[in-house]
Nanobody, 126 residues
């Protein structure tokens, strides 16, 4: 079973910075893509940033130039450095991992599903 430990959310003033981290645990062999989605009140969940195991990154237009995603593949951990935060960045941020290979009860599993963390709140105060 794959689980996630997320940290780094909280309250910050507009223009400030936060760093989110998300560590996947379990008998993981490989994770193709890790990243972050967010969901603001009354809005749909949207992709913030993602990074493949090969280092290809993708960002939402609204965060380009302000947010930076990075990964430590050896630790199955993904980070999101958020700078120049704006009130509109306020949301619940969810870590996710896609296309995993892992052991479950000594059975090697390869699936294309999205595995999700529980989410952490980021509040940017104007």
């Amino acid at each position: 079973q794959v689980q996630f430990v997320e940290s780094g959310g909280g309250l910050v003033q507009s223009g400030g910075s936060l760093r989110l981290s998300c560590a996947a645990s379990g008998r993981i062999v490989r994770i193709d893509t890790m990243g972050w989605y967010r969901q603001a009140p009354g809005k749909q969940r949207e992709l913030v940033a993602s990074e493949t195991s090969g280092g290809d990154t993708k960002y939402a237009d609204s965060v380009k130039g302000r947010f930076t995603i990075s990964r430590d593949n050896a630790k199955n951990t993904v980070y999101l450095q958020m700078n120049s935060l704006k009130p509109e960045d306020t949301a619940v941020y969810y870590c996710y991992a896609r296309r995993l290979v892992y052991y479950e009860y000594d059975v090697l599993v390869a699936d294309g599903e999205d595995h999700w963390g529980k989410g952490g709140i980021v509040t940017v105060d104007s």
